[in-house]
């Protein structure tokens, strides 16, 4: 299992920009996946679930009507789509999942930077 994360960069407060994670060795459908960031010298935090079915969503109220998570089956591709930037988003964002087998396991992307500054 492999996951790539990419999209990342400077924009200014307002702005809007999307993260992509495409993923390899394992199909997207059917596996709870999500997206966190990290900024330095904090705690990663969660920032978008999609459940086993895309209705299935959860957002923090930090990010909540103003990040959308979705993902691309076709493309094995999990998008996340960031409207109305602050500068408090700047951070290190990654995607993970979680695959059961006999136990879960989460894997994790390499992780891009998103920095939101004037």
């Known amino acids: 299992v492999q996951l790539v994360e990419s999209g990342g960069g400077l924009v200014q407060p307002g702005e809007s920009l999307t993260l992509s994670c495409t993923a390899s060795g394992v199909a997207l459908s059917g596996h709870p996946v999500s997206w966190y960031r990290q900024a330095p010298g904090k705690e990663r935090e969660l920032v978008a679930h999609?459940?086993?079915?895309?209705?299935?969503?959860n957002y923090p109220a930090s990010v909540k009507g103003r990040f959308t998570a979705s993902r691309d089956t076709a493309k094995n591709v999990l998008y996340l789509q960031m409207n109305n930037l602050k500068s408090e988003d700047t951070a290190a964002y990654f995607c993970?999942?979680?695959?059961?087998?006999?136990?879960?396991?989460?894997?994790w992307g390499q992780g891009t930077q998103v920095t939101v500054s004037s």
């Open positions: 993970m999942m979680n695959i059961f087998t006999t136990k879960w396991d989460d894997y």
């Open positions: 999609l459940g086993f079915t895309d209705d299935a969503t």
